[in-house]
């Protein structure tokens, strides 16, 4: 069957790429041609120097305005850019795409499969959302939602009304957090099934061959945030030394060295986060792929969040399932109960429970799909 996924895949994020290039390697094991629809600008930068255009205001300004984005873009030099090369290298050589409009789909595939990720987000997907709802598809086209998320806040009552509306059209819905089954159940008339993220129905041995050769030498606790904090920084720092370990830091939206520590390393790509991983002694992160790919390589770690509340949607609905709720915590928790954790394997019942919800989600995934 030609598949389309609609998903982040351009996005400059660790995450996002991963979990499409993993649905693509999962659908074409079981048979399925797979490409990714490039019709978005989701994951385009176009508001940093030096891609930012300065408006016509007249010779003077425009100089001004020139001036001010160097100074304020400085300590982005050889760190902003290397990093948007690596995710397009990512994009380019492991998620194929094909140039289509959404009412065009039905010339170029039996079926489209909507996530996962945050596609339902309209924080995210902005102008886009009618793309990722799958609106304006012909009906000929077999619609798919697969582990499909809204994030950890919550649509408005039109966008819940648009996302309602969409999913009636679906001919399968999963879901990534039961929140969002709870919210397309009116119109579904059924429960939609939660399913695993992308990225989970893979073991370690499927990532190796993306593995970089990156990891530094030696032991370290490997620190994966998606932003910079400086307190978290101290208290991270603080781990490794407990534990005897380098650390190794990699923030993924850090594109300036100014009043950052020494050490951190930029620009880590797709591939450097799974040597990094794959390597590490230990994990601390605040998020949702941090913990997926902590968990698929079976290693200690805490996942942080930084106001309760904010994080536990996606990451505490994942550990809850898993029986490891206690791994997730607020960041000013005590370190001591975060040493303890990162001392302490992960049960077997974890990985258990992790390799039955990978195959239930196959399974799902394989029949969603049948015609």
Same mark, same amino acid.
């Given at each position: 069957?030609?598949?389309?996924?609609?998903?982040?895949?351009?996005?400059?994020?660790?995450?996002?790429?991963?979990?499409?290039?993993?649905?693509?390697?999962?659908?074409?094991?079981?048979?399925?041609?797979?490409?990714?629809?490039?019709?978005?600008?989701?994951?385009?930068?176009?508001?940093?120097?030096?891609?930012?255009?300065? @408006? *016509?205001?007249?010779?003077?300004?425009?100089?001004?305005?020139?001036?001010?984005?160097?100074?304020?873009?400085?300590?982005?030099?050889?760190?902003?850019?290397? =990093?948007?090369?690596?995710?397009?290298?990512?994009?380019?050589?492991? &998620?194929?795409?094909?140039?289509?409009?959404?009412?065009?789909?039905?010339?170029?595939?039996?079926?489209?499969?909507?996530?996962?990720?945050?596609?339902?987000? @309209?924080? %995210?997907?902005?102008?886009?959302?009618?793309?990722?709802?799958?609106?304006?598809?012909?009906?000929?086209?077999?619609?798919?939602?697969?582990?499909?998320?809204?994030?950890?806040?919550? @649509?408005?009552?039109?966008?819940?009304? *648009?996302?309602?509306?969409?999913?009636?059209?679906?001919?399968?819905?999963?879901?990534?957090?039961?929140?969002?089954?709870?919210?397309?159940?009116?119109?579904?008339?059924?429960?939609?099934?939660?399913?695993?993220?992308?990225?989970?129905?893979?073991?370690?041995?499927?990532?190796?061959?993306?593995?970089?050769?990156?990891?530094?030498?030696?032991?370290?606790?490997?620190?994966?945030? %998606?932003?910079?904090?400086?307190?978290?920084?101290?208290?991270?720092? =603080?781990?490794? *030394?407990?534990?005897?370990?380098?650390?190794?830091?990699?923030?993924?939206?850090?594109?300036?060295?100014?009043?950052?520590?020494?050490?951190?390393?930029?620009?880590?790509?797709?591939?450097?986060?799974?040597?990094?991983?794959?390597?590490?002694?230990?994990?601390?992160?605040?998020?949702?792929?941090?913990?997926?790919?902590? %968990?698929?390589?079976?290693?200690?770690?805490?996942?942080?969040? &930084?106001?309760?509340?904010?994080?536990?949607? *996606?990451?505490?609905?994942?550990?809850?399932? &898993?029986?490891?709720?206690?791994?997730?915590? @607020?960041?000013?928790?005590?370190?001591?109960?975060? &040493?303890?954790?990162?001392?302490?394997?992960?049960?077997?019942?974890?990985?258990?429970?992790?390799?039955?919800?990978?195959?239930?989600?196959?399974?799902?995934?394989?029949?969603?799909?049948?015609?």
């Amino acid at each position: 069957m030609r598949i389309g996924i609609m998903t982040f895949h351009k996005a400059p994020s660790c995450g996002a790429q991963l979990q499409a290039w993993a649905l693509k390697t999962v659908l074409g094991r079981m048979g399925h041609s797979v490409s990714f629809p490039d019709c978005n600008s989701m994951g385009t930068f176009t508001d940093r120097w030096p891609f930012r255009p300065v @408006p *016509r205001r007249g010779l003077l300004k425009t100089l001004r305005g020139r001036w001010k984005d160097f100074l304020n873009n400085l300590g982005s030099i050889g760190v902003f850019r290397p =990093a948007m090369e690596s995710y397009d290298r990512f994009r380019i050589e492991r &998620l194929p795409e094909t140039h289509v409009a959404p009412s065009d789909f039905g010339s170029c595939f039996d079926a489209v499969v909507y996530g996962s990720d945050q596609v339902w987000n @309209p924080a %995210l997907t902005r102008t886009d959302a009618g793309v990722f709802l799958g609106e304006g598809v012909a009906k000929s086209v077999r619609k798919v939602a697969y582990a499909v998320s809204v994030g950890d806040g919550e @649509p408005s009552p039109e966008h819940l009304e *648009r996302i309602r509306a969409a999913a009636a059209d679906y001919a399968r819905v999963s879901v990534r957090e039961g929140k969002v089954a709870a919210m397309i159940s009116p119109v579904r008339g059924e429960e939609s099934a939660v399913v695993a993220d992308p990225t989970l129905l893979l073991t370690a041995a499927d990532y190796r061959e993306l593995a970089s050769g990156r990891p530094a030498a030696g032991r370290y606790l490997y620190y994966y945030a %998606l932003y910079h904090h400086g307190e978290v920084y101290e208290k991270v720092a =603080a781990l490794a *030394r407990g534990l005897g370990l380098k650390l190794v830091y990699t923030p993924l939206y850090q594109y300036s060295r100014r009043k950052m520590p020494r050490g951190t390393v930029y620009g880590v790509s797709p591939c450097d986060f799974v040597s990094y991983m794959a390597g590490a002694e230990c994990v601390v992160t605040d998020s949702f792929h941090g913990t997926a790919f902590a %968990l698929i390589h079976g290693k200690p770690f805490v996942t942080y969040s &930084l106001a309760p509340g904010k994080s536990e949607s *996606r990451p505490g609905a994942l550990l809850g399932r &898993l029986g490891i709720p206690e791994r997730l915590m @607020p960041w000013f928790a005590p370190s001591e109960d975060m &040493l303890r954790l990162l001392k302490t394997p992960l049960p077997d019942s974890a990985k258990t429970a992790l390799a039955a919800f990978g195959a239930e989600s196959r399974d799902w995934l394989r029949e969603a799909l049948e015609l």
